[in-house]
Nanobody
Framework: QVQLVESGGGLVQPGGSLRLSCAAS????????MGWYRQALGKERELVALIFDGSSTKYADSVKGRFTVSRDNAKNMWYLQMNSLKPDDTAVYYCYAAINIDFMFDDYWGQGTQVTVSS
């Protein structure tokens, strides 16, 4: 079994920065893709950023140029650096991983961390 544990949310003023971290733990697994989704109150969960096995990335248009996804393969960790935050970025952020265990692929999610952008 694989678990994702995330950290780093909080309250920040508009224009500020936050860094989210996610750590995957377990045994005998590999990660094909990892990244972040978010869900604002009353809205559907949406993609924020993904980084793939070959290091290519994908971002939501709303965060391009402000957010950066990165990873540390040796530690099975990945990060979301969020700069120039806006009130519209307020949401619960979920880390995500597409994980391969014995050639069985499945989606894994963290528990979610609240990010609030407000003055």
């Amino acid at each position: 079994q694989v678990q994702l544990v995330e950290s780093g949310g909080g309250l920040v003023q508009p224009g500020g920065s936050l860094r989210l971290s996610c750590a995957a733990s377990g045994s005998d697994f590999s990660i094909n893709a990892m990244g972040w989704y978010r869900q604002a109150l009353g809205k559907e969960r949406e993609l924020v950023a993904l980084i793939f096995d070959g290091s290519s990335t994908k971002y939501a248009d709303s965060v391009k140029g402000r957010f950066t996804v990165s990873r540390d393969n040796a530690k099975n960790m990945w990060y979301l650096q969020m700069n120039s935050l806006k009130p519209d970025d307020t949401a619960v952020y979920y880390c995500y991983a597409a994980i391969n265990i014995d050639f069985m692929f499945d989606d894994y999610w963290g528990q979610g961390t609240q990010v609030t952008v407000s003055s």
